[in-house]
């Protein structure tokens, strides 16, 4: 991050208005090198915000497209690719399992295994003897942010040349990124590994990464350039459509989380609402919890958010434990509306604590969750679609 990122919906309004005169021709030419943590690059770091939602990806999406039609194309269409993550989960969530099953048995593994615990401390310090992946783990960990080519290559060198299980990066990842998202992280890494897509894996090549970081880097020699793609025994079950609850009317209470801080542009128009909860619960990305920084920006943006929902619905929210959760949405006896939550760690604790909340889905996601079951490219056309359609986010 060129500057330290202020988890407000303001700060990232000024943060998208500063990048908008590059999301056209310059964002497509320069997107793939990584200068440095030092120097500003061609990308445009929305990524905590969008993450989320303090901004949603119709907005950014329109708003690039408004400044530069259709130069923005290949801006837009890497935000489109965090719709479809979220989409292809939904519609496959025994893969989120799969994954909290294999970090297990990696966990496992490393209460066992001294060699393995040694390597996989080496690698989160910045200890491996491959400069260009230890100056980026002390990056992750000191900035709490990674350029996204630098983070294939990082995924890449973890996997095929270190050896080490693909869940203990995507792990530590969540527990530092503070754009550490459930389907784009778990989902990237898979898709390097060449679980996504069988047999298709990303390999970290020294000639891009020399070429990429304009040399400040030059790995030759150091990494497995020739190794296979890693394959799994369970194959993710065949899609299902994404499930979207009927919208909600009349009196209800609203309950905010960390998935969307935007609850005052969604729609509820049909609804009074007359109570407003939050919870927040960054821990659960990781095991262990997350860093400082990371819980610090979801809890404070989770704050302004109730604030634009106080001015929205003219009621004063309260923040909850999720063990609260119940009692609270028992004592007002009133139906319980929330903004859609992803398949993660909020999705699971809003259904084990069973108080039957509406999911109140956004337009965006409505129009592109279904056709993400498949292939990014079959996908692709329909983000031109739905920002031309988008009009409240």
């Not at 393995?116 to 000191?142: M, P, Y």
């Not at 009074?272 to 997350?290: I, L, Q, S």
């Amino acid at each position: 991050m060129d500057a330290e990122p202020i988890p407000t919906r303001d700060a990232g309004l000024d943060r998208l208005a500063a990048f908008l005169p590059r999301a056209g021709a310059a964002y497509a030419a320069g997107r793939n090198t990584d200068p440095g943590p030092e120097r500003k690059g061609a990308v445009s770091q929305l990524s905590p915000w969008l993450r989320h939602r303090l901004l949603t990806e119709a907005e950014v999406a329109r708003a690039a497209f408004a400044a530069h039609g259709e130069a923005a194309a290949k801006f837009i269409e890497e935000v489109g690719w965090r719709t479809y993550w979220k989409g292809w989960l939904e519609q496959r969530p025994g893969v989120y399992d799969l994954y909290r099953a294999g970090l297990r048995r990696a966990e496992n593994r490393l209460a066992t295994e001294e060699g393995l615990r040694r390597a996989f401390h080496d690698a989160c310090a910045g200890r491996t003897g491959i400069d260009c992946f230890d100056s980026w783990a002390r990056e992750i960990v000191a900035r709490n942010y990674l350029h996204n080519h630098a983070r294939m290559w990082f995924a890449s060198i973890w996997i095929f040349t270190l050896r080490l299980p693909w869940e203990l990066g995507a792990d530590f990842f969540l527990r530092h990124l503070l754009d550490g998202d459930i389907a784009s992280n778990t989902l990237s890494w898979r898709w390097v590994a060449g679980l996504h897509t069988p047999g298709k894996h990303y390999l970290a090549r020294a000639e891009n990464i020399a070429r990429f970081t304009g040399g400040r880097f030059d790995p030759r020699g150091l990494l497995d350039e020739a190794a296979e793609p890693l394959t799994e025994a369970v194959r993710p079950r065949p899609a299902l459509p994404p499930q979207f609850d009927p919208p909600p009317s009349g009196e209800v209470v609203l309950l905010l989380h960390e998935e969307d801080c935007a609850a005052e542009t969604l729609d509820l128009a049909g609804c009074t609402v007359r109570a407003v909860a939050a919870v927040a619960m960054p821990e659960a990305r990781a095991r262990g919890g997350v860093a400082p920084a990371v819980a610090g920006f979801a809890h404070g943006a989770l704050v302004d958010a109730m604030g634009r929902a106080a001015a929205r619905f003219g009621v004063r929210p309260v923040l909850l434990e999720v063990d609260d959760l119940a009692g609270w949405a028992a004592a007002h006896r009133l139906k319980v509306v929330t903004a859609h939550p992803p398949i993660g760690p909020v999705a699971q604790a809003l259904a084990a604590a069973d108080v039957g909340a509406v999911r109140v889905a956004r337009a965006w996601d409505r129009a592109l969750w279904p056709h993400a079951g498949r292939g990014f490219f079959g996908f692709r056309p329909r983000i031109g679609d739905a920002v031309a359609a988008a009009s409240g986010g």
